[in-house]
Nanobody, 121 residues
Framework: QVTLVESGGGLVQAGGSLRLSCAAS????????LGWFRQAPGKDRELVAV????????YYPASVKGRFTISRDNAKNTVDLQMNSLKPEDTAVYYC??????????????WGQGTQVTVSS
């Protein structure tokens, strides 16, 4: 059984930092994209950061580029998200996900249970 387990969410003031971690198990994630998505109340789930197997060429949307950094350890099957300069609009449930096909929400085969990130102003 494949599982993705996130940790590291919490409450932080605007301008602060948090680091999210995701531990994947149950299969080998060779050639899988590992990424982070988020969903705020009343909004669609959106991509935050994604990284391919090689660990090179991460993708970030403009909303987080320069503030968030994704990294993965293929030996440990983990993917982390370092979030700096957090803003209230970053408040959401953050999900770890894995896909062999692409980076869209509908491409993801596996999802974690989510971890809440709340940024106070």
């Amino acid at each position: 059984q494949v599982t993705l387990v996130e940790s590291g969410g919490g409450l932080v003031q605007a301008g602060g930092s948090l680091r999210l971690s995701c531990a994947a198990s149950g299969r080998t994630f060779s050639n899988y994209f590992l990424g982070w998505f988020r969903q705020a109340p009343g909004k669609d789930r959106e991509l935050v950061a994604v990284l391919g197997w090689s660990g090179h060429s991460p993708y970030y949307p403009a909303s987080v580029k320069g503030r968030f950094t994704i990294s993965r350890d293929n030996a440990k099957n983990t993917v982390d998200l370092q979030m700096n300069s957090l803003k209230p609009e970053d408040t959401a449930v953050y999900y770890c996900a894995a896909s062999p096909r692409g980076i869209r929400v509908i491409d993801q085969d596996y999802w974690g249970q989510g971890t809440q990130v709340t940024v106070s102003s």
